[in-house]
Structures are given as structure tokens and as C-alpha cells.
């Protein structure tokens, strides 16, 4: 079983606020990930990293930025929270061409 | 770029089996891939299978490749109810190339 904890599980939140996830694994893992997805729908890929120091945007345009400080953690940041961000945003990681695995996401409103 | 495309929905009743195919267009995937996701949930790692084989078998579930058409399919035998979720199937090295999704929903 992988061990990879978003947080917060829910958050619903006013428009204009700035708004980290916070995304940690404990298996060491080089590749982390964050995806959006409408529920149901498809995933859409957002941020990216090799590893500590490393992030690229994915394929869908996005206003939100993130960090890779510690291999742990790949937190993800709104600076200023829309309507338009309300969906849910999955963490992933991965070591090589392991398997990815994912966190349970974070279901996100904004108002 | 690379593309995985999969049937967006698949109903079969409860004791047959269920066949999910994907077909993908990265030759040069190491692993192919399948998720199951439940409402709610993230995705969770189903079955994977290397690219030097044709088929993979564990419990319930076969996956077959076969990479001269770059094509994949999962086989769930005996589908239950507990199976009604969304498969996704997904290709590449990094980042990984995901299919929309299949919908199966398990009729009683």
C-alpha cells in the first residue's frame, strides 16, 4: 500500500484567496504529480517534478504554481482562489518507471 | 502528443465478464497501466503489465497486449457489484498519458 497524504480532504473556500494543497509521500519517491479532475471526468495534468528542485507545467494551462523543497513534499498553490478552480486536484508519485500512485485528492469550492 | 483513447461507458450484469479496451499511440511505453476509480476516491493502481509481454493474469483479472496494434484490455471475470467504477488506462514513461476513462456500471 502506498503512503501518499493530500491535505485537506475538503475545502471550500471565498473567492481571492491564496490556497496551498498540500501533497506528502514517504516512500522516497523522485516523481510527484498533481492532476485536476472534474468528478467523473478526465485527468488533466497540471505540475510535475523529477525531484527536489525540479517543476514543469503539464499539458493544461494552469494559475497555480508549486514547490519541490523536499523530496516529501510537492505542495500546490492558488494565489488568488476563482470559481473557475472549484474542482478535484490529485497528488501522485512515482520512483523510475514504477507505478504511479495517488493520494486521495482534495475536493475544492470556491465561492 | 501521445494519446490513449478508451469507450467512455460499459454495462454488463452482475456474474458476466467485463472487457475494457484501450488502444494508445506511445510505442515506447515501459508498462501499460490500468486505474479503477470510485466516486470520491484517487485512483487506485489495478494491474500493470511490461511491454515484453502479452499477458498478464492476477485473480479476476487478465490484461492483454498486444503491441503491434497498440492496443490493451482488461478482462474482469465474474464482474460484481463492488467492480461499478471508472477504468482508466494509461501509457508512457514521464509524465504518463491517460485515457478519459470507461465507465462500467454492474446491473443486479
Known amino acids: 500500500e502506498a503512503d501518499i497524504y493530500q491535505t485537506p480532504r475538503y475545502l471550500v473556500i471565498g473567492t481571492g484567496k491564496k490556497i496551498t494543497l498540500e501533497c506528502s509521500q514517504t516512500?522516497?519517491?523522485?516523481?510527484m504529480y498533481w492532476y485536476q479532475q472534474d468528478p467523473g471526468m478526465e485527468l488533466h495534468l497540471i505540475h510535475y517534478?523529477?525531484?527536489?528542485?525540479?517543476?514543469e507545467k503539464g499539458d493544461l494551462s494552469s494559475e497555480s504554481t508549486v514547490s519541490r523543497i523536499r523530496t516529501e513534499h510537492f505542495p500546490l498553490t492558488l494565489e488568488s482562489a476563482r470559481p473557475s478552480h472549484t474542482s478535484q486536484y490529485l497528488c501522485?508519485?512515482?520512483?523510475?518507471?514504477?507505478?504511479?500512485?495517488f493520494g486521495d485528492g482534495t475536493r475544492l469550492s470556491i465561492l | 502528443g501521445e494519446d490513449v483513447e478508451q469507450s467512455l461507458f460499459l454495462s454488463v450484469r452482475e456474474g458476466d465478464s467485463s472487457v475494457i479496451n484501450c488502444t494508445y499511440t506511445?510505442?515506447?511505453?515501459?508498462?501499460l497501466y490500468w486505474y479503477k476509480q470510485e466516486p470520491g476516491a484517487g485512483l487506485q493502481l489495478l494491474t500493470y503489465?511490461?511491454?515484453?509481454?502479452d499477458m498478464k493474469q492476477d485473480q479476476r483479472l487478465t490484461v492483454l497486449l498486444n503491441k503491434k496494434d497498440k492496443h490493451l484490455s482488461l478482462r474482469i471475470a465474474d464482474t460484481q457489484t463492488g467492480d461499478s467504477a471508472i477504468y482508466f488506462c494509461?501509457?508512457?514513461?514521464?509524465?504518463?498519458?491517460f485515457g478519459k476513462g470507461t465507465r462500467l456500471s454492474v446491473i443486479a
Open positions: 494509461a501509457s508512457g514513461n514521464t509524465p504518463l498519458v
Open positions: 516512500m522516497g519517491h523522485d516523481k
Open positions: 517534478s523529477y525531484g527536489v528542485n525540479s517543476t
Open positions: 501522485a508519485s512515482n520512483e523510475g518507471n514504477q507505478p504511479q500512485h
Open positions: 506511445d510505442s515506447s511505453s515501459t508498462y
Open positions: 503489465i511490461f511491454s515484453n509481454m
